[in-house]
């Protein structure tokens, strides 16, 4: 059974930093492609970041310079370090799964999904 299990979220004041973690578990996570979405109330869910299993990394253009993806593949754990978060960013993220992908920011791309963390940005 596949699962994605986000952890890290919270709440932060604009300029802080906060560290998400994504536990998968039931495929070969070393051979998926992973991303990081978040989805703010009222809007479409957009992609922040993702990692192809050869370890080649995009990331969104806002996200650029303060965000940052990895992956641990000796404990199946997706991470995204935000840096200088900013207020409009507060949101509900998901880390999502996929074996394929051709648009790593598009969600439907992906197969499976997190409950998602939520990240509570204060001005």
């Known amino acids: 059974q596949v699962q994605l299990v986000e952890s890290g979220g919270g709440s932060v004041q604009a300029g802080g930093s906060l560290r998400l973690s994504c536990a998968v578990s039931g495929f070969t996570y070393a051979t998926y492609c992973m991303a990081w979405f978040r989805q703010a109330l009222g809007k479409e869910r957009e992609g922040v970041a993702g990692?192809?299993?050869?370890?080649?990394?995009s990331h969104a253009d806002s996200a650029k310079g303060r965000f940052t993806i990895t992956k641990d593949n000796a404990k199946n754990t997706l991470y995204l370090q935000m840096n200088s978060l900013k207020f409009d960013e507060t949101a509900v993220y998901y880390c999502?799964?996929?074996?394929?992908?051709?648009?790593?920011?598009?969600?439907?791309?992906?197969?499976?999904w997190g409950q998602g963390t939520q990240v509570t940005v204060s001005a």
């Open positions: 999502a799964a996929s074996r394929r992908v051709t648009f790593w920011h598009r969600p439907d791309n992906y197969n499976y």
């Open positions: 990692i192809d299993s050869d370890g080649s990394i």
